[in-house]
């Protein structure tokens, strides 16, 4: 039983003509249509004694190159001036040229088929629920969070006998700006006057400051809805 294989490794003659001239080490403008004809004919002849399924395009190249090799062992007809005819080696060369381009442009877009394919994307979400009041008047500057903070220094003040907590270490700015911004991640805004909520004189200074840092750092974002009303701080 005879087995019937495909050449599967060439994607046309083109691609068989350029695999032979690249074995031959010959630039494509030198090649020698006699010698590329018979290499040709010897891989199509091989591919034959192995029971290999030739389609009919490598004939058809097959053909030609017997044409061009018999029409140049032929003795060539002479040519009027204004008369022009076309050299077959020349056309030949311009395909396998033509042919050679878009072989690596193909190559360089499967290259980039595969460096796409490492790119994973999800669908756009809902972000609505974490946008900022665009309503909100974002004209506040220092003098009107100081003013803020005397203000509830005044209703403490008002107050007393304040209710204080004894502080078991000493805050620093680092520490109470990411509990700041860890609180407006978890809530997006606060109310000013609720992150006083240890009444001692330290923790009141070093949470005002830290105020300051994220404000000038871009961290976070103070509003005022209405004048008079709350101060609000908002995540970024």
Same mark, same amino acid.
């Given at each position: 039983?005879?087995?019937? %294989?495909?050449?599967?490794? %060439?994607?046309? /003659?083109?691609?068989?003509? !350029?695999?032979?001239?690249?074995?031959?080490?010959?630039?494509?403008?030198?090649?020698?249509?006699?010698?590329?004809?018979?290499?040709?004919?010897?891989?199509?002849?091989?591919?034959?004694?192995?029971?290999?399924?030739?389609?009919?395009?490598?004939?058809?190249?097959?053909?030609?190159?017997?044409?061009?090799?018999?029409?140049?062992?032929?003795?060539? /007809?002479?040519?009027?001036?204004?008369?022009?005819?076309?050299?077959?080696?020349?056309?030949?060369?311009?395909?396998?040229?033509?042919?050679? @381009?878009?072989?690596?442009?193909?190559?360089?877009?499967?290259? !980039?088929?595969?460096?796409?394919?490492?790119?994973?994307?999800?669908?756009?979400?809902?972000?609505?629920?974490?946008?900022?009041? /665009?309503?909100?008047?974002?004209?506040?500057?220092?003098?009107?969070?100081?003013?803020?903070?005397?203000?509830?220094?005044?209703?403490?003040?008002?107050?007393? /006998?304040?209710?204080? =907590?004894?502080?078991?270490?000493?805050?620093?700015?680092?520490?109470?700006?990411?509990?700041?911004?860890?609180?407006?991640?978890?809530?997006? =805004?606060?109310?000013?006057?609720?992150?006083?909520?240890?009444?001692?004189?330290?923790?009141?200074?070093?949470? %005002?400051?830290?105020?300051?840092? !994220?404000?000038?750092?871009?961290?976070?974002?103070?509003?005022?809805?209405? @004048? %008079?009303?709350?101060?609000?701080?908002?995540?970024?």
């Amino acid at each position: 039983m005879d087995y019937c %294989f495909t050449i599967d490794k %060439f994607s046309g /003659p083109l691609d068989l003509l !350029l695999h032979l001239i690249k074995q031959s080490n010959i630039d494509i403008y030198d090649i020698k249509i006699e010698e590329i004809t018979n290499q040709y004919l010897d891989y199509i002849q091989k591919m034959e004694d192995l029971n290999l399924n030739i389609a009919s395009s490598y004939l058809v190249m097959a053909a030609e190159l017997i044409e061009m090799k018999a029409s140049m062992l032929l003795p060539k /007809p002479e040519i009027e001036d204004d008369e022009y005819e076309e050299d077959p080696k020349q056309r030949l060369i311009q395909r396998l040229i033509e042919y050679q @381009n878009y072989k690596e442009i193909t190559s360089k877009f499967h290259e !980039l088929e595969l460096d796409r394919q490492q790119y994973y994307t999800k669908r756009s979400s809902d972000i609505s629920e974490y946008q900022i009041n /665009p309503n909100l008047s974002t004209d506040i500057d220092i003098n009107d969070l100081l003013k803020a903070f005397e203000q509830f220094l005044n209703r403490q003040e008002a107050n007393k /006998p304040l209710s204080t =907590k004894i502080a078991t270490k000493e805050y620093s700015i680092t520490e109470r700006s990411k509990e700041i911004k860890d609180l407006l991640k978890k809530n997006k =805004k606060i109310v000013f006057t609720d992150l006083f909520d240890i009444k001692t004189k330290s923790y009141i200074i070093v949470t %005002f400051l830290s105020i300051l840092v !994220l404000a000038k750092n871009n961290e976070l974002q103070i509003v005022q809805e209405n @004048n %008079f009303e709350n101060i609000l701080l908002c995540e970024v």
